[in-house]
Every structure is written in structure tokens, then in C-alpha cells.
């Protein structure tokens, strides 16, 4: 069975760090593509960032851009989502999840299996 | 402000059909296909339909998708209790790379 689970959410003050991980069960991380959503306390969901299944691309939302990072451990089965320069805005519930790929391609909108959830805080 | 608008609520009575409309531009729906996020209260969302009108196995066909132009809809028929909750549309933006997903949409069942 496929399970995803986030950890590392917390309080943290603007200005701050903070690093999300998700460790995957039940598949090989290093043969999927990967993306975090979040989504702000009462509000919709926001596209945050997915790395390709071979590793080799990345791709970021214009509101994280040059303050996130995805990156993966292949050896550990685990996802991970480096936060800096924290913003109020950031405030949000951070969701890992699987991305369908076929055929050489990734259809990052896809998004097939999710994890339950890490609330984070940006706040003084 | 989401790049993809969808109406901020919905309503229906236990047996009718509702239609959530998805609003976007070229860059997006007018050449990308649509995805659909059903998400009950409290829980993760949960993929409705790929590629606009496809539903993924165990998914009824009380729900269905289309997309004309730069906009889709989703319709749910035969609408039940339990089909209360948040529907989010979602597709890939060339113009930005990335994934866009509309403000989501409140459903309610009376």
C-alpha cells in the first residue's frame, strides 16, 4: 500500500527555517514524480513545487521561487522540502504527493496519492 | 488571487445535478487538460478526474468532467450527502511552469 507522510511542521518566525520531509511506503520513491501542495487555514490549494521522477528537473511556484527547495534521498525513501526566508503567507497545511507519469512524460496537474498533511506557522 | 476562478459555493438537493464551473486563459485550459480535487472535510484532497473528462477507477459516473475552450465544469449527478465537501480544479500554465489551481468550490447538500 502506497502511504505518504509528512513531518517537520511547526511554529516558526518570519525570517525563519524550517524543513519538511515526507517518507514514502509501499513504493521506490526514485521511480516517481513528486510535488508539494499546501493550503492556507479556510482557503484553496496552491502548487508548490514537484521534481521529476528522474531528479534531474525541478520546478517551483513564482511565490517560493529562490526560498525552496525540493530535493529527494533515494537511499532513505524520502522527500524533503527545505522552507527559508519564511513569510506570514507561507502559513499553510504542506501536502507530499505522488505524480503520474507514462510514457517518458509527467503530468505534474495529476496528482494520484497524497499524504495526510504538515501544518506550518509563520508567525512572530 | 487563483489564476483559474471557480465559484466560491455550491448547492443542491439530494438527487439533483450541480455544475461547478472553472474559468482560465490560453496559457492553461485553452491547451492543457483539467484535473479535479475532491476534498471531504478534514481530509487530504482525493483525485475526481484526469485529462478532463476521464474518471480514475472507483471514481461513479455520477461525476463527469468537459472542457471547452478555456474553461471546464465538473457535474455531479444524482447528488448525495456525502458528496459535501470542496471540489478544486487544477491544469498546467505554460506561460508560468508550473501548476495552477482554481480558489475551490464549496458544495453543499441541503
Known amino acids: 500500500e502506497v502511504q505518504l507522510l509528512e513531518s517537520g511542521g511547526g511554529l516558526v518566525q518570519p525570517g525563519g527555517s524550517l524543513r519538511l520531509s515526507c517518507a514514502a511506503s509501499?513504493?521506490?520513491?526514485?521511480?516517481?514524480?513528486m510535488t508539494w501542495v499546501r493550503q492556507p487555514p479556510g482557503k484553496g490549494l496552491e502548487w508548490v513545487s514537484a521534481i521529476s521522477d528522474s531528479g534531474a528537473y525541478t520546478y517551483y511556484a513564482g511565490s517560493v521561487k529562490g526560498r525552496f527547495t525540493i530535493s529527494r534521498d533515494t537511499s532513505k525513501n524520502t522527500l524533503y522540502l527545505q522552507m527559508n526566508s519564511l513569510r506570514d503567507e507561507d502559513t499553510a497545511v504542506y501536502y507530499c504527493a505522488t505524480v503520474y507519469c507514462t510514457g517518458g512524460w509527467c503530468y505534474y496537474p495529476n496528482i494520484q496519492q497524497w499524504g495526510q498533511g504538515t501544518l506550518v506557522t509563520a508567525s512572530s | 488571487q487563483s489564476v483559474l476562478t471557480q465559484p466560491p459555493s455550491a448547492s443542491g438537493t439530494p438527487g439533483q445535478r450541480v455544475t461547478i464551473s472553472c474559468s482560465g486563459s490560453?496559457?492553461?485550459?485553452?491547451?492543457?487538460?483539467v484535473y479535479w480535487y475532491q476534498q471531504l472535510p478534514g481530509t487530504a484532497p482525493k483525485l475526481l478526474i484526469y485529462r478532463s473528462n476521464q474518471r480514475p477507477s472507483g471514481v461513479p459516473d455520477r461525476f463527469s468532467g468537459s472542457r471547452s475552450g478555456t474553461s471546464a465544469s465538473l457535474a455531479i449527478s444524482g447528488l448525495r450527502p456525502e458528496d459535501e465537501g470542496d471540489y478544486h480544479c487544477?491544469?498546467?500554465?505554460?506561460?508560468?511552469?508550473?501548476?495552477?489551481f482554481g480558489g475551490g468550490t464549496k458544495l453543499t447538500v441541503l
Open positions: 509501499g513504493f521506490t520513491l526514485s521511480n516517481y514524480a
Open positions: 490560453s496559457p492553461n485550459i485553452g491547451t492543457n487538460d
Open positions: 487544477a491544469t498546467w500554465d505554460d506561460s508560468l511552469s508550473g501548476v495552477v
